[in-house]
């Protein structure tokens, strides 16, 4: 069935060191990819997401790639900082039905 | 405010009772959806809708039903709680045409004893 694979399940890096975060789809019927942080306690936010048509997008500090080839998008955020510790959760949305497949999450901590 | 509210935020229940977590949105969104997402692991879909008269099931569907009949109004119900539901339960809408992005509720704990 359809799945998403997302690596690292724990991440801790230095302030001011970047972050990667890495996921792989199995439905090539997938067309858009989002990326969400979820601090403790609250609701899931999205801060950055991908169309099937683009192989990168960046915000600030933030920016996604997206290998549709190879299944694999990944999340890379710059200049870490303590705000940015929460669990970041990837998914992949199908195209005909608009469902939405989440990776299994990621908790980062940013080590002051 | 134009947003996605989820009632009850806590509720804690006996094993065996119907209840129904409410869900609704002012954004006029078509599409709705339930999750089920015990803390910090990964969302599970349960049940969603394209719009008014449309469910659909996911993953986690056979114990609960839905139903859709007014576009801004999405309400999950569980026929008899189980200590297995113990759960946050968030509610998300997105819009239809080009609108990709999927708003989260604050989401309904609830405790099964």
């Known amino acids: 069935g359809e799945n998403v694979e997302q690596h690292p399940s724990t991440l801790s890096v230095q302030e001011g060191d970047s972050a990667v975060i890495k996921c792989t789809y199995s439905d090539s019927a997938s067309n858009y990819f989002p990326w969400y942080k979820q601090e403790l306690g609250k609701r899931p936010q999205l801060i950055i997401d991908?169309?099937?048509?683009?192989g990168e997008k960046k915000d600030q500090r933030i920016a996604v790639t997206l290998n549709k080839t190879a299944k694999h998008f990944s999340l890379h955020i710059t200049e870490t900082q303590p705000e940015d510790s929460a669990v970041y959760f990837c998914a992949a949305r199908h195209s005909g039905t608009y469902k939405y497949i989440f990776g299994t999450g990621t908790r980062l901590k940013v080590l002051a | 405010e134009a947003d996605i509210y989820q009632t009850p935020r806590y509720l804690v229940i006996g094993t065996g009772k119907k209840i129904t977590l409410e869900c609704s949105q002012t954004m006029g969104h078509d599409k709705m959806y339930w999750y089920q997402q015990d803390p910090g692991m990964e969302l599970h879909l349960i049940h969603y809708s394209y719009g008014v008269n449309s469910t659909e099931k996911g993953d986690l569907s056979s114990e609960s039903t839905v139903s859709r009949i007014r576009t801004e109004h999405f309400p999950l119900t569980l026929e008899s709680a189980r200590p297995s539901h113990t759960s946050q339960y968030l509610c998300?809408?997105?819009?239809?045409?080009?609108?990709?992005?999927?708003?989260f509720g604050p989401g309904t704990r609830l405790t099964v004893t």
């Open positions: 991908i169309r099937s048509n683009v």
């Open positions: 998300a809408s997105s819009p239809s045409g080009g609108g990709d992005e999927q708003y």
